[in-house]
């Protein structure tokens, strides 16, 4: 896998590109301050493909929204580049996990919705828009609207969004967690496949242990109350990497590995006292 | 299996066949238990009041008709300004938000002798009653609408780094239209309502203006002809809407089955 091997080359090579450094946040709350993230330390490389997993209430959403400037830690730096984050940086692409599509444009239209808030060329960037949607087989939907397609396809309409003006940061928070098991599947592979041509650096925010190891370089594990990182693992599977790695033995260890963490922390517990 | 035999047009009978059915059905009654003609006119003599003086009916329709039409179209301009004001400052979410409830807990009708003292008995006085009565309901949907977006929409917005402008002017105002069209659907109907008002307390045109004058007349059948052109102009003006609406915001769940 010659491809691989250059490809961990580019990322190892690159000094830190997002760093976190003893990121805290809490939030004011009507029982008091609420410690969503404690002292969250992280180095990210550039084209890096990077997974924040975890249960809910363990600070990924949060994490994620501190690195995209939607919101300001507590204590804590985070830079991007070298630069201290304060607000969302250029060059920087989101995807929720609802698709946010607005149902009065067409197809086209909501992809091209960052072109017209950055006040880019239309023409230009109205091409790479279409070039990315019959990347994503929307070709025939370009002036569908929104309702008219399936949720598969709603979400791949809003990574066409997000990429649209070409970012080197992709931001993904739970992407396909509204989606069924095979659609998310499809929707695995086509983001792999824009990864590695595009060597964006994506930090993947998801709840699923298996779709954070087919997809990831490095997995976050995280826990809850606190919202703190407790283990970092690499994923070490060449690329590009097909479904079937899920059946690799390796596979099955790094999953054990990711349960055997939840276990410690009580997620999988069944009595809710 | 004992349906069949009903026909179809009886099953689901057409508006106009019901509508026409219920004016024979008054006819009969008028001749079978001759009512006085001022209690109760009969569909005859309704009709024979409108073709006396087609044009009295169409000038006067015409004034109800522009007087309510100004003043809402007043109550959405003003109402929508303020809507964006309540929603972009809190200063005046305090201060005009909480003096617009209050002025809509009072009974409206009350104020309209006091328009006419201040704006006199022309048009003035009638076109701020639709206005004021109307107003309210195009303010709070106008906010609800303004304020219904998903807390992704605007983070989504922000990480697209552009203006608070293009905010509003790209999501917030198009996102605010079907609850705006429900709000004026409301409005225009009120608007009729408020300047009948104003021509109750006092004036020389308008269909609220002849209700009183046929009243006083003890003349029953030109009191019969205003109401149904009054209803007839509040369906015009609310289907009016209606049609803006479906080619405004064809892509709201709620035009989607008509626009396909």
Redesign the interface.
């Known amino acids: 896998m010659a491809m691989a091997s250059s490809r961990s080359e580019i990322a190892s090579d690159r000094s830190p590109h997002i760093r976190i450094q003893n990121v805290t946040k809490t939030y004011a709350s009507s029982s008091g301050d609420v410690l969503a993230l404690t002292d969250v330390s992280l180095d990210i490389k550039n084209g890096e493909f990077i997974s924040l997993l975890g249960p809910s209430g363990c600070g990924k959403s949060t994490l994620l929204k501190l690195v995209a400037g939607l919101d300001v830690a507590t204590a804590g730096t985070l830079s991007l580049a070298g630069e201290t984050i304060t607000g969302p940086p250029a060059g920087l692409g989101m995807v929720f996990q609802k698709d946010v599509l607005l149902d009065w444009r067409t197809v086209l239209q909501n992809v091209m919705l960052p072109v017209e808030f950055q006040d880019l060329d239309q023409a230009e960037y109205r091409e790479r828009a279409r070039h990315l949607l019959k990347l994503f087989g929307l070709a025939d939907f370009l002036d569908k609207h929104p309702w008219e397609l399936s949720g598969g396809m709603r979400q791949r309409v809003a990574i066409g969004r997000a990429l649209v003006t070409n970012p080197s940061l992709l931001l993904m928070d739970e992407p396909f967690g509204a989606l069924d098991a095979l659609t998310r599947d499809e929707l695995n592979l086509e983001l792999q496949d824009i990864w590695l041509r595009s060597g964006k650096t994506i930090i993947f925010v998801t709840h699923s242990i298996a779709e954070a190891i087919l997809l990831s370089d490095r997995v976050c594990v995280m826990a809850a109350r606190p919202g703190r990182i407790i283990e970092v693992l690499d994923i070490d599977f060449p690329r590009p990497r097909t479904l079937a790695v899920r059946e690799d033995p390796q596979f099955s260890a790094y999953t054990r590995r990711v349960r055997q963490i939840f276990e410690s922390q009580g997620v999988f517990q069944h009595d809710k006292a | 299996m004992t349906r069949p035999s009903v026909p179809e047009w009886l099953r689901q009978p057409p508006v106009w066949l019901v509508l026409t059915g219920l004016l024979v059905i008054w006819q009969a009654a008028c001749w079978l238990f001759e009512p006085p003609i001022f209690l109760l006119p009969d569909p005859i003599s309704i009709g024979k009041a409108l073709i006396d003086s087609p044009y009295t009916y169409l000038i006067n329709s015409y004034y109800t008709a522009a007087n309510t039409l100004i003043g809402f179209a007043l109550s959405v301009l003003i109402g929508f300004a303020l809507a964006l004001g309540i929603v972009y400052s809190r200063f005046l979410e305090a201060t005009i938000y909480t003096t617009l409830v209050a002025i809509n807990s009072m009974p409206k009708v009350a104020l309209a002798p006091l328009f006419v003292v201040w704006m006199g008995t022309g048009h003035t006085s009638k076109i701020a009653m639709a206005f004021l009565i109307a107003i309210f309901a195009i303010v709070i949907d106008a906010v609800l609408g303004l304020r219904s977006l998903?807390a992704?929409?605007i983070?989504?917005?922000?990480?697209?780094?552009?203006s608070a402008f293009?905010l509003l002017w790209?999501?917030r105002l198009?996102?605010a239209l079907p609850s705006l069209f429900a709000g004026m659907k409301v409005a225009i109907g009120l608007s009729l309502v408020g300047d009948l008002v104003g021509e109750f307390v006092s004036a020389q045109h308008g269909l609220g203006y002849l209700i009183l004058a046929a009243q006083g007349a003890f003349d029953t059948p030109r009191v019969f002809v205003s109401i149904l052109l009054l209803s007839i102009l509040g369906t015009l003006l609310f289907r009016m809407i209606e049609f803006v609406e479906r080619r405004t915001?064809p892509?709201?769940?709620s035009q989607?089955a008509a626009a396909h």
């Open positions: 998903e992704e929409i983070d989504l917005s922000r990480s697209m780094r552009g293009k790209k999501i198009p996102n915001i892509w709201h769940v989607r």
